[in-house]
């Protein structure tokens, strides 16, 4: 069919061509690559022709968010695609759980977003098999197995995109978060994978079975997707798993950053350049400005994602010139607002509230820290059985208090209760805001 043949052309041609091997000659190549496409695409998306006409160098355009993108769907798109009418056929398609809508020829998809802005992402045959050929060169490189690969991969929905390149090279396997865990692991023993693909929740629990050997698996490969890899997490799938863990780095604007051999995360340069929006004064953590220079049917260009990314300061031993992360640690709108001495709004990053947690007891085995208000905290939390609650509480209280004195502000309270509610098929986010402010300056990107 025609994705499997064009994603066999897009295999060779990738793994053909000579990508520049210094920073220099990288930002050369990536200069004239994004401004010939930005010259082409403003040729058929009037929304982008705007932005040329008044600002002339696309370095110059100021960078747009979600609502933005999707407020400007039909003068951003260029197959003629009608938002309203998208919107309809995805809807069908999600309720309905067939996950393969197309329209004019175009894979139309929703993203999840949790604030009740969804996105709408399109996606050409072409787009969808340089996708597939990338995921196959850059992470699941299957000739290192030599017999077929087995891979299991767990997603909120079954897609059309991987069925597509079954082959005598890969077969895949579905896990449906939707259904019991126990009937997944159940599948998992009968199916035995080379690869796992599922977001760290879910690796928790394979993890916990095969450690409790209730689960008997020997997978060579473990690739993390979808949510925060924590280290404490990582620590702990790598102890188990006796293997680096890997991570992909994508979201419905794009496949951003996946792991080398030695286990960092780089951007995809050959297709995607960030720009860093600095969101601290030591420029250490930012918001990426992505402009992904090979999707034509919904270009996107210079546009800000609302995660946050630690950049990573020394170069990667693997010696790729493609720009390094230390990791991913969130979303912008889980950032917390705390006060200072002051009573002035203060972001505080996930990784504050993560070590708060985590130093104070090592009998904390899960937990969800959520932001009710300007001072209010609530600590969930999950014990090992022979933990005192009292004791971690009191010890969680202490970390908390300290955590306060060392950034210098107002003290907070903090409600402490023992369990997690159930995930379900939705992300994990054991960092997260859940107050809006009235006078809401935050835009959901
Ligand atoms: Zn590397």
Not at 206 to 214: H, Q
Not at 371 to 385: G, M, N
Request: with cysteine.
């Amino acid at each position: 069919m025609k994705l499997k043949l064009l994603t066999i052309f897009y295999l060779l041609r990738y793994s053909l061509r000579r990508l520049p091997a210094s920073r220099e000659a990288l930002d050369v190549w990536q200069e004239r690559r994004i401004g010939k496409f930005v010259k082409q695409m403003a040729q058929r998306a009037p929304f982008y022709a705007a932005k040329v006409a008044q600002y002339g160098d696309w370095r110059a355009f100021p960078p747009i968010n979600k609502a933005l993108f999707m407020e400007h769907f039909n003068e951003i798109n260029t197959c003629g695609i009608d938002r309203e009418q998208a919107m309809e056929v995805a809807m069908n398609a999600e309720s309905g759980r067939d996950f393969s809508p197309t329209l004019n020829g175009i894979t139309v998809g929703l993203s999840t977003g949790t604030s009740g802005n969804r996105g709408l992402f399109l996606a050409s045959t072409k787009e969808r098999a340089q996708w597939v050929a990338a995921i196959f060169l850059k992470v699941l490189k299957p000739w290192r197995w030599r017999r077929q690969v087995k891979v299991a991969f767990f997603l909120r929905a079954n897609s059309n995109l991987y069925n597509a390149v079954e082959s005598k090279v890969v077969q895949f396997q579905f896990y449906d978060l939707l259904r019991p865990v126990s009937a997944l692991l159940a599948d998992l023993a009968l199916f035995q994978p080379d690869v796992i693909v599922a977001q760290p929740s879910m690796l928790l629990l394979v993890a916990g079975a095969v450690e409790a050997k209730t689960l008997r698996i020997q997978p060579g490969r473990i690739i993390s997707v979808a949510e925060v890899l924590d280290p404490e997490t990582e620590a702990r799938l790598t102890q188990i798993f006796q293997q680096q863990i890997h991570q992909v780095y994508q979201c419905t604007e794009g496949f951003l950053a996946c792991t080398c051999d030695e286990g960092t995360l780089h951007v995809n340069e050959d297709f995607v350049k960030i720009e860093p929006h600095w969101i601290d004064e030591e420029k250490t953590r930012f918001q990426p400005i992505i402009t992904d220079f090979t999707r034509t049917s919904q270009p996107v260009i210079r546009y800000l994602l609302n995660d946050v990314l630690v950049a990573r300061q020394t170069p990667c031993p693997c010696g790729s010139p493609f720009m390094a992360l230390e990791r991913i640690e969130g979303r912008m709108d889980d950032v917390f607002l705390l006060l200072d001495r002051q009573g002035r709004e203060r972001t505080v990053f996930a990784d504050f509230i993560r070590r708060a947690v985590v130093r104070a007891s090592e009998g904390i085995l899960e937990y969800q820290v959520i932001q009710t208000s300007y001072s209010k905290l609530l600590v969930q939390v999950e014990l090992s059985a022979e933990r005192n609650l009292e004791l971690v509480n009191k010890a969680i209280f202490s970390s908390f208090e300290q955590m306060v004195k060392e950034l210098d502000i107002s003290p907070i309270s903090l409600e402490i209760v023992e369990g997690i509610p159930p995930l379900g098929a939705n992300k994990l986010r054991r960092i997260r805001r859940d107050f809006t402010l009235d006078n809401a300056s935050q835009n959901d990107t």
